[in-house]
């Protein structure tokens, strides 16, 4: 399914395809929202701590790669791209050129 998103879906959980919250909608852009993964307890120490800059890693996640979007959450068709700009495609890394 393509999915469109809006700004309702900001602060929605987004669950992977066995229903796992994998992080949250912390922002949309147009086709893409951009989600803030779910970090393990470790991660969030350090990121609050300011270690690493986890605490504004953000994943690129197009509509191609949502399932649907309820209004409880948005369900993935797979996992949560690891690379930022992994789920979004080809045509929306040249649009954001």
């Known amino acids: 399914m393509c999915a469109v998103f809006s700004e309702d879906d900001v602060g929605k959980p987004v669950e992977n395809v066995t229903g796992e919250t994998v992080g949250v909608v912390a922002a949309v852009e147009g086709d893409v929202a951009r989600v ?3 970090p ?3 991660e969030s120490i350090k990121s609050s701590l300011g270690w690493e ?3 504004r890693y953000r994943v ?3 509509r191609n790669s949502v399932r649907e979007i309820t209004p409880d959450a ?3 068709e797979g996992e949560l791209p690891t690379d ?3 789920g979004i495609g080809e045509i ?3 649009d954001r050129m």
């Open 36 to 38: 803030k993964p779910d």
């Open 40 to 42: 393990s307890a470790v």
């Open 53 to 55: 800059k986890g605490a």
């Open 60 to 62: 690129a996640l197009g």
């Open 74 to 76: 948005v369900r993935l």
């Open 84 to 86: 930022p700009d992994a």
């Open 92 to 94: 929306g890394k040249r």
